[in-house]
């Protein structure tokens, strides 16, 4: 316990978390702080693409091997496997009718791109590193939790797999950056590294600064509006929800055997929540599904359990897995 309350204490003062809460604390007190929204979509292109890039030059540097083709199949089985779980929790502890339950469902098995990043920043403070292709790890995870999502709905009678929704998953703009971005990185190499580091190295954390306070204006927002028709059931499924998929991911990271870093992202991607992709493609997929529910309890809920209480928890988990290796 002292050991998760030190790492609590070392993640929520850092700078990225300050902002995360500085800007949630400003929409809980009506405040009228906001970022325009060309300006957040600009900090989170940057985010994307530099996430992107830094893993595809890590990834050149590894090499493929099958330690990374079986790390990218194990992050895809989780994407496909935790809306089941979530689903079945949700509607355990709550009322919600099947339509909504899924699709708060497929928030849980795709990932947050920002918990990823937040958890990479503790790593960094503590001088420990990850595999670096644990970003080709996110973006795979992107879209097979959807596709779940659709089949939840579909055994009830309801066929939503169209040319549309398919177009609207696989064309996704943040999949498209991320894998893109990727992509480049890994085809330049260091080279291409060495050629924009002033554009993603030093300006990064304070690009995610900004961002980080963009999603706690958000949050806090959505949790003033909605949080009375959320009830007691589906907060506290907001805060199991992550625990129960840190789970499965800890237990993937122990059968590949990945280091104390991989083994901590491997966590946090399983335990987070979409915010970017997965809305997206339920506003084709569920219409009648109400944004308010999945949108609150992912981002307004779950995101900030994650960055305040998950993250150190998840981290002291795998240090004792693995003894810091």
């Known amino acids: 316990m002292p050991e998760v309350i030190s ?5 929520i003062l850092s700078p990225v978390i300050l902002c995360f809460i500085l ?17 957040a979509k600009m900090l989170s292109i940057y985010l994307l693409f530099a996430i992107g890039f830094k ?11 099958a330690t990374l083709g079986a790390t990218l199949l194990a992050g895809v ?22 339509m909504n339950a899924a699709a708060v469902a497929g928030h849980y098995g795709s990932i947050s791109i920002v918990t990823f990043l937040a958890a990479s920043a503790l790593l960094s403070q503590r001088n420990d590193q990850a595999e670096g292709y644990m970003v080709a790890v996110a973006a795979a995870m992107e879209a097979p939790a959807i596709l779940s999502t659709l089949w939840l709905v579909s055994r009830n009678g309801r066929n939503r797999m169209d040319g549309t929704l398919l177009r609207e998953i ?3 703009g943040s999949i498209v950056l991320l894998i893109g971005s990727f992509l480049i990185g890994w085809v330049t ?89 997965v809305p997206a493609a339920m506003r084709v997929a569920l219409p009648e599904a109400n944004p308010s ?24 988990a795998a240090l004792a897995v693995t003894g810091g290796t």
């Open 7 to 11: 790492i609590a204490t070392q993640n």
């Open 170 to 172: 696989m064309l996704n």
């Open 77 to 98: 089985v989780l994407s496909s496997l935790l809306p089941f779980v979530a689903y079945a929790l949700i509607r355990l502890l709550t009322r919600l009718d099947r």
């Open 189 to 277: 190499g260091a080279q291409g590294m060495n050629k924009i580091q002033p554009f993603i190295g030093a300006p990064f954390q304070g690009v995610l600064c900004l961002f980080l306070l963009d999603m706690g204006l958000i949050a806090g927002r959505g949790l003033r509006r909605s949080y009375r028709s959320l009830g007691v059931g589906a907060l506290a499924f907001g805060m199991l929800m992550p625990l129960v998929g840190s789970a499965f991911g800890l237990a993937a990271a122990m059968l590949l055997g990945l280091s104390l870093g991989g083994t901590v992202l491997m966590m946090v991607l399983a335990a987070s929540a979409s915010y970017i992709a």
């Open 293 to 316: 529910i999945y949108l609150t309890l992912s981002l307004g809920v779950t995101f900030p359990f994650n960055l305040a209480v998950g993250i150190p928890i998840y981290y002291a």
């Open 55 to 65: 893993g595809g030059v890590s990834v050149a540097g590894h090499g493929m091997d």
């Open 23 to 39: 800007g949630l604390a400003a929409a809980l007190g009506r405040s009228d702080l906001s970022i325009p929204e060309a300006a």
